[in-house]
């Protein structure tokens, strides 16, 4: 391979070949990012403290919501 064609990440996707295709996950990865804003700001549409929204658990990898107990 050569130098260039090859991009990396360490969120454990492996070896992303060429460019078409580190665009097409890169695109994915922003609409992921477009989603958990919205959902914060539709959380954030009364007053939270600090411990609500860190409890509230919005992240990439769960569903939002409360922590389990």
């Known amino acids: 391979m050569s130098p260039g ?3 990396r990440t360490s969120h454990q996707k492996g070896v992303i070949e060429g460019a ?3 665009r097409r996950r890169l695109d994915a990865f922003a609409g992921v990012v477009e989603k958990l804003e919205a959902a914060l700001l539709a959380f954030l549409g009364e007053p939270r403290t600090v411990e609500e929204i860190v409890d509230h658990r919005l992240d990439g990898g769960a569903a939002p919501g409360p922590a389990p107990e």
Request: zero cysteines; a positive charge; aromatic letters at 16%.
């Open 20 to 22: 078409a295709e580190f």
């Open 5 to 7: 064609r090859v991009k």
